[in-house]
Each structure stands twice: as structure tokens, then as C-alpha cells.
Antibody, heavy 121, light 108 residues
Framework: QVQLQESGPGVVKASQTLSLTCTLS??????????WTWIRHLPGKGLESIGH???????IYNPSLQSRVSVSIDTSENQFSLTLKSVTAADTAVYFC?????????????WGPGIVVTVSA | SYVLSQPPSLSLAPGQTATITCGGD??????VHWYQQKPGQAPVLVIY???DRPSEIPGRFSGSNSGNTATLTINRVEAGDEADYYC???????????FGGGTKVTVL
């Protein structure tokens, strides 16, 4: 059974860097065909894709966040990570990691439970 | 960038049919996916590739896509279907995932 679990600090100070990790169990992150993805749910708003990484290390980022975001992968630990620089209150959200299938018709079939991240002043 | 438009809310009684629309320019040429999200939980995929349904999703959920509108239909709505529903596509122009704003379904 594929499972994803987010981990990281629940509070980040404004202007600092948010770092989260997603650990995959029940499957190998090195298996092809999947894009390992970060998505966030902004309070009172909807879902927003942040970025994806393929096992080869190829990344795709949301154009609106591209200047601040980085996604990396650690195949030895079966994990992938998110780094978001220069955070503001607008980055307060629930952050999810998910498995994306099919590059140009991508959908997300497995999700982590989510982690609440609050940006403090 | 590509924009998906959903009605913000929909209220209906148990047993009725919920029709949730997702509008987008020539969305009929794209593959549309739908997610159900209940409060405090992760989204759950309910429809993929316009009309395919994961095995664990009840047959009451169905999808269609044509022209400028994709539709998620929930037949015989139950209290447990109360949730936010999001449509999603891959935008080839911006090479990115796009979500609709979500529709809150309330079962009275």
C-alpha cells in the first residue's frame, strides 16, 4: 500500500526558508512513471500546485512560485523535499505531498495527510 | 495562464443529483480530474481522465467533458458526500497543474 507522509516544522518565521520532507512507503521512489509533487491548500482558498520532481531529478515548478521554490529527491531514503525561500504570511497553508501519474495528463492518486505550516511575524 | 471556473457552492437534499461544473477554454481537449476534500483531510481522487473512476469510488460518481465545460455528477447524494470538490487539468502552455477554485457541496 503506497503511503506518503509529510514532516517538518509547523511554524516558520517570515522571510526565512520553509523546508519539508515527504517520505514514501510501500513503493520505490525510483520507479518510473511518477512525478513526486508538492501541493498546498491556502486557507479560505483552493489548492495550488507548487512543484514536481521525477526520479531522475527533473523538476517542474509553478511559474508563480518558481523564483522561490526548489524540490529535491533522495532515492536512498525514499524521500523528496520542498524548500520555499523568503516566506510571508501568504505562504501559510496546509502542505501536501502527492504522487502524480502521467506527465501531460497528470493526476494525483496518492496523497499524504498534509502538514499545517504557519508563517509567523 | 489557464483558468478553471467552478461555482463556489451547491446545496441539495439527500437523494438528489449534484451536478458540479468546471469551465475552461476548450477544456474538452484536455483530460480533467476531480477530487473530493473533506475538512481536515487530504483530497481524494474521484474521477480521472474525464470519466474514469478509481475502483474504491462508488458508481454514483461520474464525469464528462465537452466543449468548454467538464462536469462531475453525483447521483443519489448522501450526507457523506458533503465536501469540497476540485477539478484539475495539466496546462501544456504553462507546463503546470491547474486546479479550479473548488465547489462546496452541502447536503441539507
Amino acid at each position: 500500500q503506497v503511503q506518503l507522509q509529510e514532516s517538518g516544522p509547523g511554524v516558520v518565521k517570515a522571510s526565512q526558508t520553509l523546508s519539508l520532507t515527504c517520505t514514501l512507503s510501500g513503493a520505490s521512489i525510483s520507479s518510473g512513471g511518477f512525478h513526486w509533487t508538492w501541493i498546498r491548500h491556502l486557507p479560505g482558498k483552493g489548492l495550488e500546485s507548487i512543484g514536481h520532481i521525477y526520479f531522475s531529478g527533473t523538476t517542474i515548478y509553478n511559474p508563480s512560485l518558481q523564483s522561490r521554490v526548489s524540490v529535491s529527491i533522495d532515492t536512498s531514503e525514499n524521500q523528496f523535499s520542498l524548500t520555499l525561500k523568503s516566506v510571508t504570511a501568504a505562504d501559510t497553508a496546509v502542505y501536501f505531498c502527492a504522487r502524480g501519474f502521467n506527465r501531460i495528463k497528470m493526476y494525483f492518486d496518492y496523497w499524504g495527510p498534509g502538514i499545517v505550516v504557519t508563517v509567523s511575524a | 495562464s489557464y483558468v478553471l471556473s467552478q461555482p463556489p457552492s451547491l446545496s441539495l437534499a439527500p437523494g438528489q443529483t449534484a451536478t458540479i461544473t468546471c469551465g475552461g477554454d476548450n477544456i474538452g481537449t484536455k483530460s480533467v480530474h476531480w477530487y473530493q476534500q473533506k475538512p481536515g483531510q487530504a483530497p481524494v481522487l474521484v474521477i480521472y481522465y474525464n470519466s474514469d473512476r478509481p475502483s474504491e469510488i462508488p458508481g454514483r460518481f461520474s464525469g464528462s467533458n465537452s466543449g468548454n465545460t467538464a462536469t462531475l455528477t453525483i447521483n443519489r447524494v448522501e450526507a457523506g458526500d458533503e465536501a469540497d470538490y476540485y477539478c484539475q487539468v495539466w496546462d501544456t502552455n504553462s507546463d503546470s497543474v491547474v486546479f479550479g477554485g473548488g465547489t462546496k457541496v452541502t447536503v441539507l
